[in-house]
């Protein structure tokens, strides 16, 4: 969720679920060791619980950064171990730590010798070929023995030449089993399964089986399921897409007194309507750039008028 998961990003995903643990996009320990910290980790306080996802590994930098997002008040330190892209991988972290678990059970001690909120790691099935249900094993082994106790797996291996980062969300198989498998061999760990999950329904299959669901793609092309699936999880009324836009209409509001174009909040509300009637026009209004140079958050209503005419009106 490189340059997606941005703060306003997980803003509009805490209006659809009230429940959900929100992350950010990875930071490297080098943006926040060197650069402007504020920029990469200012959140709103209606985000919490939210995670910092750190992409590093020395973990002497590691620790320093996770400190940093413990003195911001992050509810949660995440390393990412799945990331396959070339960028992330000449930084030699990503994925391709997966090959190294020892450091980066050395990088889980250091963060936890430094922090008191919870330290957890985001990791792939295998790195390459290697498809062996072992190696993922002897990986969460490793860490667990250091004392992570929640794992994030995507269900799927990480193919470090050859591909792009979208293709490795799409052409390794799933191996929901591995992931299964995982949850019955460490079950004193929290195994929570990610890839290729686009529903609630598939979600909560899979709740049967582990202990929790990370949504990615899906989450932000159709946002809606995530409030689909918080009622469902947790037995209250979702928030309807109308509702949804009021409260962004409000944030957008104050953001953009503060200095924040427009464009910057509406990128991430382009899918609220994924699937419904007119669904279009809310998307071309919300991303016209003709229409984004006025940077006034009445546009948000506008698209709404457009899509729900009976009730933009009437309630705000």
């Known amino acids: 969720m490189m340059d997606w998961s941005d703060r306003h990003c997980r803003y509009f995903f805490r209006q659809l679920a009230p429940h959900a643990r929100v992350y950010t996009e990875m930071i490297t320990t080098g943006a926040l060791i060197h650069g402007d910290v504020a920029r990469h980790l200012d959140f709103n306080q209606a985000e919490h619980p939210v995670v910092l996802q750190l992409g590093g590994s020395e973990p002497a930098d590691l620790a320093r950064a996770a400190k940093l997002g413990e003195s911001w008040r992050y509810d949660e330190i995440n390393l990412n171990c799945g990331c396959p892209s070339e960028r992330v991988q000449r930084g030699a972290f990503g994925a391709c730590l997966m090959a190294e678990p020892q450091l980066v059970a050395d ?65 390794p198989p799933l191996k929901y089993d591995y992931v299964y498998r995982l949850k019955s061999d460490f079950p004193d760990c929290g195994i929570v399964v990610n890839g290729g999950i686009m529903t609630a329904a598939d979600a909560l299959a899979h709740l049967e089986r582990v202990d929790g669901v990370m949504l990615g793609r899906v989450a932000y092309h159709d946002p809606y399921v995530l409030a689909e699936l918080d009622g469902s999880l947790f037995g209250h009324q979702p928030p309807n897409r109308h509702q949804v836009v009021e409260r962004m209409w409000h944030y957008a509001t104050d953001e953009v007194r503060t200095g924040t174009p427009l464009r910057a909040i509406t990128r991430h509300m382009l899918g609220l309507y994924h699937g419904q009637p007119r669904a279009r026009k809310w998307r071309q209004l919300l991303s016209d750039p003709v229409h984004l140079a006025s940077n006034d958050p009445d546009l948000i209503l506008q698209a709404h008028e457009l899509v729900e005419p009976s009730t933009t009106a009437a309630s705000i």
């Open 107 to 171: 990088c889980v001690t250091a963060i936890q010798d430094t922090v008191a909120v919870p330290v957890t790691v985001k990791h792939r099935l295998g790195v390459d070929f290697i498809e062996e249900y072992d190696f993922v094993a002897q990986f969460v082994e490793t860490l667990a023995a250091a004392g992570c106790r929640t794992f994030i797996v995507h269900a799927r291996n990480a193919i470090l030449k050859g591909l792009t980062p979208k293709d490795n969300r799409q052409i």
